[in-house]
């Protein structure tokens, strides 16, 4: 059974701090991983998409890695704003069915 | 292009009432997942339908909840006979496919409170 864990379950950083956010997962025979990010209250809003046989993928400041033998993957988030605020998902795709397993999030908080 | 639409917002029911949560997927998509997520805890997945077929159902409670995505119209997640362990947020997703590169595209949820 895949489980996905995120650690630290919270934050904080100041403004225009570089900073990773952790995630991994216990099988690594995986479809593809998916970064979210969620505001409160608020659905899903998809970051990245990373494919089984890919190593990083970037869009704008962020970038995410995946290392699929040692069951890992880290969002990078560079020079980071208050504005990033927000719980940041990891979710694992197996391919059975496209169902995700999602971690419980890193809420991350920027400071001004 | 309109994202996941998911109505209502907010649902609040009496226990034993029947609640009925509607998503209408993305343009083009015809694969629906449904996910759950309670309080202080990470998103579930509940069940996956595409057009009037249920794929795969094995995270859904047996008893009380059905699910359905038929030809026309949106996909329904109905609860009957609510608890107030059903109070959640449901989420809905929708692709276009199934292939390594199609991601996920969530709606807003709605928030189910059981009085």
């Known amino acids: 059974k895949q489980e996905v864990t995120q650690i630290p379950a919270a934050l904080s950083v100041p403004e225009g701090e570089n900073l990773v956010l952790n995630c991994s997962f216990t099988d690594s025979a995986i479809y593809n991983l998916q970064w979210f990010r969620q505001d409160p209250g608020k659905g899903l809003t998809s970051l990245l998409l990373i494919q089984s046989s890919q190593r990083e993928q970037t869009s704008g400041r962020l970038n995410a890695s995946l290392d699929k033998s040692s069951g890992r993957s880290t969002l990078y988030i560079a020079a980071s704003q208050p504005g990033d605020s927000a719980t940041y998902l990891c979710?694992?795709?197996?391919?059975?069915?496209?169902?995700?397993?999602f971690g419980k999030g890193i809420t991350l908080s920027v400071r001004p | 292009n309109a994202g996941v639409m998911q109505n209502p917002r907010h649902l609040v029911r009496r226990r034993g009432q029947e609640a009925r949560l509607r998503c209408s997927p993305m343009k083009g998509h015809s694969h629906v997942y449904w996910y759950r997520q309670l309080p202080e805890e990470g998103l579930k997945f509940m069940v996956y339908l595409q057009k009037e077929n249920i794929i795969d159902e094995s995270g859904m409670p047996k008893e009380r909840f059905s699910a359905e995505f038929p030809k026309e119209g949106p996909s329904i997640l109905r609860i009957q006979q609510v608890v107030r362990g059903d109070s959640a947020a449901y989420f809905c997703?929708?692709?276009?496919?199934?292939?390594?590169?199609?991601?996920?595209?969530f709606g807003d949820g709605t928030r189910l409170s059981i009085l």
């Open positions: 997703a929708s692709s276009p496919g199934t292939g390594w590169n199609q991601p996920q595209h």
């Open positions: 979710a694992v795709n197996t391919g059975a069915n496209s169902k995700l397993t």
